[in-house]
Each structure stands twice: as structure tokens, then as C-alpha cells.
């Protein structure tokens, strides 16, 4: 993946995708800047609890609800780990 491209990318297929609101939008932003910050690994290995933050989210049901939203709508790949002191796997797909 072209490392400076993923945002341009995203941006132009959310501009026809009226299911994308402005949470997914910081979700995603947030995700390419963890990658970034930690050397462009695939895939970013998080939690929940250190992208919330950057993507001010307060909720867990929200960040949830949209990360599924953005690997249901083919965005990332998400696989969760459920557990409490495993990361989950998220691919960057654009």
C-alpha cells in the first residue's frame, strides 16, 4: 500500500457512500495515523482503548459499532480478538 495515498483513497469512495458519517470518517483518519505513527505495519495490531481517544470516541458501543461498519462496508479488515490483553488486527484496505 502506497503509504501516503490511504486518506485520498478512503476520501474519494466515502464521497459516493451515504452510509459513512463523520464518525466513521475520524474512526478511519485515526486509523491511518496509528499505522503511520508506528511505522506503517501490516496489520496494526490496537485496542479499542488507544485509538478511542485519538478519534474521540467516548463510547465503546459507538467505536464498535462503526470499525464493524467500516469492515462490514469493505474499508478495513477487522478481526477482533476478544481479549482483554490481546490486540485486535485491522487492515487498511483502500
Known amino acids: 500500500m502506497d503509504h501516503a495515498s ?8 466515502v464521497r459516493k ?6 464518525t ?10 496509528y499505522w ?8 496494526i495490531y490496537a485496542y479499542a482503548r488507544e485509538i478511542m481517544p ?13 470499525i464493524r461498519d467500516l469492515h462490514d462496508f469493505g ?7 476478544y481479549k482483554r490483553n490481546e490486540r485486535s488486527k485491522i487492515f487498511l484496505k483502500v
Do not use: W
Not at 6 to 13: I, K, M, N, T, Y
Not at 55 to 66: D, E, M, P
Open 6 to 13: 490511504p486518506l485520498s483513497v478512503f476520501f474519494d469512495a
Open 17 to 22: 457512500d451515504p452510509r459513512i458519517c463523520v
Open 24 to 33: 466513521h470518517i475520524g474512526l478511519f483518519a485515526t486509523l491511518v495515523a
Open 36 to 43: 503511520q505513527a508506528n511505522g506503517y505495519p501490516s496489520p
Open 54 to 66: 485519538m478519534a474521540k470516541i467516548l463510547a465503546n458501543t459507538t467505536y464498535h459499532r462503526c
Open 75 to 81: 474499508y478495513i479488515l477487522y478481526e477482533p480478538s
